[in-house]
């Protein structure tokens, strides 16, 4: 395992449909989570996970959007309906947790181009 | 709620220059705090992490950054700049052993 893998790489997509992607973690982490980066700015953070629990959603998660980890090792984000406006690149990342803050790796993410 | 600012969001220096990139943060609770690095077409790398141990960090790279509480400042530095630095850089909270917030970035350029 050397690290977080992230499918697919790049999407493009037409104006109201439906694409789902995939964030394979580093194994042993129980952590997980999706980011949102557009041009230029910095990662927004949309949701996390503590193995299947989805503990915390970001506002930015409209109800398009839905994030989902069932057996709290891969987990797969799908946007509904999709818009010009979500044209971004989504980060996936894991880490360990626990009571000593483990930092987070990051995939390379996948780039969302909707047309 | 936590949240950092990078002051700059273009940052030129020479080849063999010092290196400094501004964040600020703001946090209810001591904080954890972290600079990543992102090459282009790349995905995030952590450069360093405070986690309240010493306050002054070194991380890869021959970057490290200094923890100020009265001035909530974490500014990462580099005695001397590569070609190779050049890169987006992230500065990041966090507050409560959760999700991370990241700064809006500052993209470092480094001039032969």
């Known amino acids: 395992d050397t690290g977080v893998s992230q499918d697919p790489r790049h999407k493009i997509t037409k104006r109201g449909q439906n694409v789902t992607f995939r964030c394979d973690p580093i194994?042993?982490?129980?952590?997980l989570y999706w980011y949102r980066q557009t041009l230029g700015q910095g990662p927004e953070f949309l949701t996390y996970?503590?193995?299947?629990?989805?503990?915390?959603k970001s506002r930015l998660l409209s109800d398009r959007f839905s994030a989902e980890r069932p057996k709290g090792s891969f987990s797969t984000l799908e946007i509904q309906r999709t818009e010009q406006g979500d044209s971004a690149m989504y980060l996936c990342?894991?880490?360990?947790?626990?009571?000593?803050?483990?930092?987070?790796?990051f995939g390379q993410g996948t780039r969302l181009t909707v047309v | 709620a936590q949240s950092v600012t990078q002051l700059g969001s273009h940052v030129s220096v020479s080849e063999g220059a010092l290196v400094l990139l501004r964040c600020n943060y703001s946090?209810?609770?001591?904080?954890?705090l972290f600079w990543y690095v992102q090459y282009p077409n790349q995905g995030l790398q952590l450069l360093l992490k405070?986690?309240?141990?010493?306050?002054l960090v070194k991380g890869i790279n021959g970057f490290e950054a200094e923890f100020k509480k009265s001035e909530t400042s974490f500014h990462l530095t580099k005695p001397s700049a590569h070609m190779s630095d050049a890169a987006e850089y992230f500065c990041?909270?966090?507050?409560?052993?959760?999700?991370?917030?990241f700064g809006a970035g500052t993209r470092l350029t480094v001039k032969p």
């Open positions: 405070y986690t309240s141990a010493a306050t």
């Open positions: 990041a909270v966090s507050e409560d052993n959760n999700d991370m917030r």
């Open positions: 990342a894991s880490s360990l947790g626990g009571s000593a803050f483990r930092e987070a790796f």
């Open positions: 996970f503590q193995n299947e629990a989805q503990l915390e």
């Open positions: 946090s209810s609770v001591p904080p954890y």
């Open positions: 194994s042993e982490h129980n952590r």
